[in-house]
């Protein structure tokens, strides 16, 4: 597509719930990134993907956050038990190579309540 | 790890001021970057720029990489420049891509 698409752009959901959160990004970018933003707050790196790898999770905060790019294409964000500290504007950007033109998406902004 | 820290934090201009945006850095790095937040929270990058001065229209951003500094200008501002501004670095090559942010520079221009 044209650009990075991010779907649902809001999403509400209750304490415990399971949430995915999906990202469609620039046809034949090979590395795809996402971020979490907190208000007030730099975006802070979550997973890094180089086609169908996730070739650093380092920033994964705890075993309750998963992400996946099956086809090196559309990358979904899973979080399981959500938690109201989860609650934050959730970034894709996508890059050719990773190397250069980073391209983000509108985000999701995610609410636990 | 490296920090990333950006002044001021806050600034205000009156349209067709001119402004200096700063971004401190702890570490030598492979990258860095400026990007713009629109108030409706949207991203775009603006400069690449590890070391030297580039120039695009009425930004400009100059890094000092061997004094851990990069500097944004902006020329003759107006209302749609409002937003955030960002530095943020990448420590190297392979599978080190993870870019660490500033807390940015909140940018209000007034007509």
């Known amino acids: 597509g044209a650009g990075v698409s991010q779907t649902p752009s809001n999403k509400v959901t209750e304490k415990g719930k399971y949430v995915e959160l999906r990202c469609d990004p620039i046809s034949g970018h090979t590395a795809l990134y996402w971020y979490r933003q907190s208000l007030g707050q730099g975006p802070e790196f979550l997973i890094y993907f180089q086609g169908t790898g996730a070739a650093d999770d380092s920033g994964l905060p705890n075993d309750r956050f998963f992400a996946v790019r099956p086809e090196g294409s559309v990358s979904t964000l899973k979080i399981q038990r959500t938690e109201r500290g989860d609650s934050a504007v959730y970034l894709c950007a996508s890059s050719p190579d990773g190397t250069y033109g980073y391209t983000f998406g509108s985000g999701t902004r995610l609410t636990v309540v | 790890g490296i920090q990333v820290e950006q002044s001021p934090p806050d600034l205000i201009l009156q349209e067709g001021a001119n402004s200096t945006l700063r971004c401190n850095f702890s570490d030598s790095v492979n990258n860095l970057q400026w990007f713009h937040q629109n108030p409706w929270g949207q991203l775009i990058n603006l400069f690449y720029i590890p070391s030297g001065t580039k120039q695009n229209g009425r930004l400009s951003a100059t890094t000092v990489a061997t004094e851990r500094y990069s500097l944004l200008y902006i020329s003759s501002s107006q209302t749609t420049d409002s937003g955030v501004y960002f530095c943020?670095?990448?420590?190297?090559?392979?599978?080190?891509?993870?870019?660490?942010w500033g807390l940015g520079t909140s940018l209000a221009v007034n007509p």
């Open positions: 943020a670095v990448d420590l190297g090559a392979g599978n080190n891509r993870k870019l660490i």
